[in-house]
């Protein structure tokens, strides 16, 4: 990402066919002006974007992301922006882990016949991301660095875990479950988050032993945490067997990504 | 098809493009886009012209994607998809690129920069429909039979109105007698017509028709299948009837609150409604001289928030019996709001006061005490405490959801609110449509219905329930998720997130899968974004497909 | 499909008329849907959002819109009345008046060319007068067919014969003023009235001073000041000054329970006013409002919680009482002088805007319409009907549904549509 001189922000939208495209329409229809940084992706339930999608706007070096929906409880699918507003919930938690500022990724809802209002969103979003400069300039890495920690944070957001868990926040904290108990949000909240640095620390640690085998004080000197925590993450990832020994060096196990 | 060859045609809609972006060079920046073989202006894309441009475009350049750049998919996808479709080319295999309400005419100062915009977006779209693949809609037949639960008047009028359209009906009743609740109730507001001999004309009638099915003294055992193809399984007796129906109808009423410890309830000196129905029915009033009737009992409360709707009109219709047995006697009316509604009712409401009948109201906040022969009440407007000599306290009280329709809900996968009431699709554009195509509600099991509305609603949910059997099938939804078995776990939070039932989890050799029911499928990705296993491909919108169109600005060359 | 019925008729493209043109349509049955305005959508067009559920009118009706324009089976008469009716049940006669809209459907793209060169200025019927619009207009934005109409009482050169800018402008040609009213016969087996309500018109309550006192508003006039595609874009703005609207009177049963005016319940007012001051706490958590009423009914599913969530979070106050005037301050300000029932003293109230619950009532032609179908008007001109029929008019063959039928909901009116529908579908197959 170089530093362009008159920084226009880059930012991709993703607009539900129902409400926020059709208010995106109307804003046309009214003559409603905006700035033209936002380009639109049109889906048919602001459900349908899978967060990982939202991590890789910015793996591609765009500076912001805007996921439109309708207003809760009036979604044409009926439950799909609840799953919308609680992934996005958990996207932003991991892009501040990432280290970028979570305000680059926008979650609104829109309703058909806010076309002014979309302009005005899209106004307000853009000087957003334009005081905010270039992607990544909100942080003290290079540009390398943020890639590969993004890259890490999409392949958490891809995991199992992390997709099982936010898929049943829902039912968790609305519904009672089979012994009558409902989870409470704030619960749940520090459930999430302990389950996304989890998964981010692993897909990191993945990720920078991809060319070559370290060892723990390596890794830990790569990706900028403690050694203690290194091997905490190590013990989980071999637990998963994701990874395995690939030789000694002096007193220290070299690790590598495990085969097959 | 292997060479992918894509037609661009842009759109300059008059001056509403024209005037405000550069639509020579969007052509030539198409025209060096990847896979671009073919690029065309056109006036107006959408005219007759424009439209035969694109089949000749499509015929001559042997085209196997287009592109069109112009207003919004919102208003013209549907009909640049049947000019590819007239020319032979998969709906499906079609793009639509909206530079007119998302990019002309919301930057209209800014011509460069839009026309920058433009570029991009055209090549997003491209993109796009370089990776998009052939889909095609497909039919499931419909079953003209349609299972109609619950025999009361909702039930009835809905399976006779059915049947004299021309479709097989079976009607399934839990009690041993058609006539749901008109079976406990003496005459009816407004026209005091006996509750009976309505019940007895519509069970003659019902009895008549030969495409009506009655199994009374039965239940709804098990119900499997989806819109069109439901498998059913009917407790009749004491032996099982399996059928097939195309259609179910859920009308299956509700019941009235017997009060429990509350206003001295003894079901002698202090009745129901229900109860004072019966004792009408028998003469067993005439010695009653003086009656106190008190209303919202138990009911719009924390515990039972809403209003009952039919309960203020009950106790006007027999507090007026009364009065006709017994013209010497008192009656009272204790109340907090009088709900009588629209022209008819209000009518009733004024003809109730007429004949005399006194009107006190209560609040909340200071409830009538009933004590022996004796009821205490504050009258609001007065400002008085008031103690009223009685020889009957009536009690309205809330009609609720039967205690077992709950269990139905399950049989049929429906909801129900928090009341115990099914839950309908939309509260106001598919008020007697349940999310789950093929399963219709009318009556008082949606929500506490007088006998007119339960009518009203019975016809609505009869039309609802005979479109796919009119048409004799359900088109299936082409933008459907497809299921890798291999990745799939069988977790089922799919089958969880779904609204419609669209997906749910079934045995197969390899253990549980999902698996897609085309035919309620609406097509809306919530289940492809959250699978844990990414085994869920969402055809037309792939992730490949959407992330085909996440172009950096600085990648869009001039 | 074979055709096995006959055509419906559908009069009304309100929400009732749209949803029974769709079931009939759906059903294979061949509809006409005749609408008297250049566009469907009828009142619900007109309001800003419905409850219980608050999401926006125009949004949850405009794909009913455009399934009604796309759809085979139905054929959409815009700008057009029933003027005749013969035949009996299954094979009716109808004659159609269309008039000319002097717009060529088929070209006009609704760019709006036209009317930004048109220079007469008229004020709007949809916005209810509260701003002005020109002689050649859309007649809402969303409105469908989506296409512009030509005024014919206030277009300079259909009553002058001079002007014509309008097609000079027009690149697509589409202005065509050659256009004449035509009539035209439909053969159908049943007929569906739709055709909604009218609001109760408060001038005929002097005492309330609407048309006097600048501030003192309907509430559909409300709706269309807090919609947000409306003549304030959604700001409440009072009428006199352009000032934000902070306290707010809402009058209920204006022209309803009224011996004078109409004895009838009009059904939905205590709850639109419940809705109409949510939105307006909505735009402005300063907003207070105070709704006088007689008796709350909320009935429906859903509406007492709204009543309740209205009066704990959205600064309502229910005064029991009824208003005997409204008069105005120096800043003309509406004074509203009630009775407080259960204290059964005299109070006043001064709002920044008053909001009078009208009645709703037959449309004002509803007798000629009558006349014209050979059907009942009951004591209040609404279509009769009889409680244990109640979708079925008095002319076996001819239904009816929604508020020409008696004051109702939106839901009510969806299922009674419905319900009509199947009405005719029945009777046609006989």
């Known amino acids: ?211 070559n085998s370290l060892s723990v004080k390596e890794i830990a000197m790569r990706v900028k945490a403690s050694p203690q925590e290194v091997l905490g993450t190590i013990v989980s990832l071999e637990h998963d067997g994701l990874i395995s020994v690939a030789g000694i060096e002096g007193n220290s196990p070299k690790y590598r990504r495990a085969r097959g | 098809m292997n060479e992918v060859r894509a037609g661009v045609f842009i759109c300059h809609c008059g001056t509403n493009i024209g005037g405000f972006l550069d639509v020579p060079e969007l052509i030539e920046y198409a025209s060096r ?94 993109a796009r429909a370089v990776l998009l693949e052939p889909l095609e809609e497909t039919e499931v037949e419909v079953n003209p039979y349609a299972l109609v639960i619950g025999g009361g008047i909702a039930g009835m009028t809905c399976a006779l109105s059915l049947a004299n359209r021309g479709f097989e009906v079976k009607l399934v009743e839990k009690e041993d007698q058609l006539g749901g609740t008109l079976n406990n109730l003496y005459r009816l507001y407004p026209t005091d017509e006996e509750a009976s001999k309505l019940v007895q004309a519509k069970s003659e009638e019902l009895k008549k028709n030969a495409k009506i099915e009655i199994l009374t003294s039965s239940k709804v055992k098990e119900v499997k299948g989806f819109v069109g193809n439901y498998d059913v399984t009917v407790r009749h007796g004491d032996e099982d009837r399996l059928f097939k129906a195309g259609v179910i109808i859920v009308a299956t009423g509700a019941e009235t609150l017997k009060p429990v410890d509350i206003y001295s309830y003894d079901g002698e ?59 010497d006697a008192q009656v009272f009316v204790l109340y907090r ?101 093929g399963i219709y509600l009318c009556g008082s099991a949606h929500w506490p219905a007088n006998i007119g509305e339960s009518v009203s609603q019975a016809y609505g949910a009869a039309s609802r329930a005979s479109i796919p059997m009119s048409v004799g099938h359900v088109k299936t939804e082409p933008l459907i998720p497809v299921i890798d078995e291999d990745r799939c776990s069988g977790c089922s939070l799919c089958e969880l997130t779904c609204p419609f039932k669209a997906i749910q989890l079934e045995e197969t050799e390899e253990g549980r899968k999902a698996k897609v029911i085309a035919a309620s499928c609406k097509g809306c990705g919530a289940c492809g974004a959250g699978c844990p296993q990414k085994a869920i491909t969402m055809q037309h919108f792939t992730d490949e497909q959407l992330l085909a169109q996440i172009v950096p600005l600085t990648e869009v060359k001039p | 499909m074979e055709r096995k019925t006959k055509a419906a008729l559908v009069i009304g493209g309100g929400i009732a008329g749209i949803q029974a043109a769709l079931d009939l349509g759906d059903m294979g049955i061949e509809v006409h849907l005749i609408e008297k305005k250049p566009s469907i959508g009828g009142r619900m067009a007109q309001l800003d959002k419905t409850f219980p559920t608050n999401d926006c009118s125009i949004c949850i009706l405009s794909p009913k819109l455009a399934d009604c324009f796309r759809h085979p089976n139905i054929t959409l008469h815009t700008l057009s009345e029933v003027k005749g009716v013969t035949g009996q049940r299954g094979d009716f006669t109808v004659k159609l008046r269309k008039y000319a809209r002097f717009v060529d459907e088929e070209k006009c793209v609704n760019c709006g060319d036209c009317a930004a060169k048109c220079p007469v200025k008229v004020p709007d019927e949809f916005d209810l007068k509260l701003r002005k619009r020109e002689a050649v207009y859309p007649y809402y934005l969303q409105g469908v067919p989506a296409v512009m109409t030509i005024d014919r009482e206030n277009c300079l050169y259909l009553t002058r014969g001079v002007c014509k800018i309008c097609e000079k402008f027009c690149t697509r040609e589409a202005i065509n003023f050659e256009q004449k009213d035509t009539d035209v016969t439909l053969d159908v087996g049943a007929i569906i009235v739709a055709t909604g309500f009218d609001p109760y018109d408060p001038s005929g309550i002097p005492e309330y001073g609407y048309k006097r006192y600048r501030n003192v508003i309907t509430s559909l006039e409300y709706e269309r000041l807090i919609c947000a595609s409306g003549p304030t874009g959604g700001h409440l703005l009072r009428p006199s000054d352009d000032k934000p609207a902070a306290k707010l009177a809402f009058v209920q049963c204006v022209g309803s329970r009224d011996l004078k005016n109409n004895r009838y319940c009009s059904t939905v007012c205590c709850m639109h006013a419940t809705k109409e001051a949510m939105l307006a706490y909505e735009h402005n958590p300063r907003v207070k409002s105070y709704i006088f009423y007689m008796d709350l009914r909320a009935a429906g599913k859903g509406f007492q919680e709204y ?124």
């Not at chain 1, 704030?186 to 981010?200: A, N, R, S, V």
């Not at chain 2, 996968?413 to 106001?428: C, I, Q, R, S």
């Open chain 1, 1 to 211: 990402m170089t530093f362009r001189k008159s920084y226009e922000p880059d930012i991709i939208g993703f607009l539900c066919n129902w409400c926020s495209y059709a208010s995106a329409d109307l804003a046309g229809v009214s003559r409603f002006q905006y700035p033209p940084n936002v380009r639109i992706i049109r889906v048919m339930c602001s459900a349908r974007v899978d967060p990982t999608i939202v991590l890789e706007v910015f793996i591609r070096g765009l500076d912001g992301v805007m996921v439109l929906g309708c207003h809760l409880g009036t979604c044409h699918y009926m439950t799909g922006n609840y799953y919308t507003e609680r992934r996005m919930k958990m996207t932003k938690k991991i892009l501040r882990k990432a280290g970028m500022s979570p305000e680059r990724l926008l979650v609104d809802w829109v309703s058909a016949a806010e076309g002014e209002r979309f302009a005005s969103i899209v106004k307000d979003f853009t000087e957003k991301v334009r005081k905010l400069g270039p992607l990544g300039e909100e942080t003290k890495l290079n540009p390398q660095e943020l890639k590969t920690r993004l890259v890490a944070a999409k392949e958490a957001l891809a995991q199992e875990k992390t997709r099982w868990l936010v898929g049943r926040e829902r039912e968790l904290v609305e519904d009672k479950n089979v012994f009558g108990e409902k989870v409470p949000q704030e619960e749940f909240d520090q459930l999430m988050l302990q389950k996304i640095e989890k998964e981010f620390a692993k897909r990191r640690i993945l990720l920078s032993i991809e060319e």
């Open chain 2, 33 to 126: 886009l990847p896979s671009v073989v073919f690029t065309m202006d056109n006036k107006y894309t959408c005219s007759e012209v424009g439209l035969a441009e694109i089949r000749d475009g499509i015929a001559k350049n042997k085209l196997n994607r287009v592109v069109v750049a112009s207003c919004t998919p919102r208003t013209h996808e549907p009909l640049f998809r049947s000019t590819c479709k007239d020319a032979g080319l998969n709906p499906y295999l079609f793009q639509f690129v909206n530079i007119r309400d998302q990019c002309s005419w919301v930057h209209m100062k800014d011509r460069e920069r839009a026309t920058e915009k433009a570029k991009a977006l055209i090549r997003m779209g491209v």
């Open chain 2, 269 to 327: 000196h202090v009745v129901t409604q229900i109860e004072l129905e019966g004792k009408l029915r028998q003469g067993k009033l005439t010695d009653k001289d003086t009656v106190v009737m008190i209303q919202c009992v138990d009911s719009r409360n924390e515990k039972r928030p809403y209003c009952s709707k039919v309960c203020c009109l009950t106790a006007l219709k027999n507090a007026m019996l009364i009065k006709e047995t017994n013209p």
């Open chain 2, 337 to 437: 709001d009088m709900v009588t509604q629209g022209t008819k009712y209000e009518d009733y409401y004024g003809k109730a006061r007429e004949t005399g009948i006194t009107f006190i109201k209560y609040s909340p906040e200071r409830q009538p005490v009933v004590e022996k022969g004796l009821v205490k009440v504050f009258d609001e407007l007065l400002g008085e405490e008031l103690a009223l000599p009685c020889d009957l306290v009536v009690l309205s009280t809330p009609i609720v959801a039967h205690k077992d329709s709950e269990d139905l809900a399950k049989l049929l996968k429906v909801p129900v609110d928090e009341n115990g009431f099914f839950l309908e699709a939309h509260v106001k554009l598919r008020p007697v449509d349940f999310a789950t195509d």
């Open chain 3, 307 to 430: 009543v309740s969530r209205g009066e704990q979070e959205y600064s309502i106050s229910y005064i029991r009482g009824r208003v005997a005037k409204i008069t105005e301050d120096h800043n003309e300000s509406p004074i509203v002088w009630y009775e407080e029932t259960q204290s059964s003293k005299t109070e006043k109230l001064t709002a920044d805007l008053a909001v009078l619950a009208t009645s709703l009532m037959p449309r004002r032609d509803v007798e000629e319409l009558g006349k014209v179908l050979g059907v009942e008007l009951d004591e209040y001109n609404f279509f009769k009907t009889d409680p244990l029929n109640p979708l079925d008019t008095t002319r076996p063959g001819i239904f009816v549904c929604g508020c020409c039928r008696e004051p109702t909901d939106i839901p009510k009116s969806v299922t009674q549509a419905s319900g009509a529908a199947e009405r005719a579908a029945e009777t046609m197959m006989r």
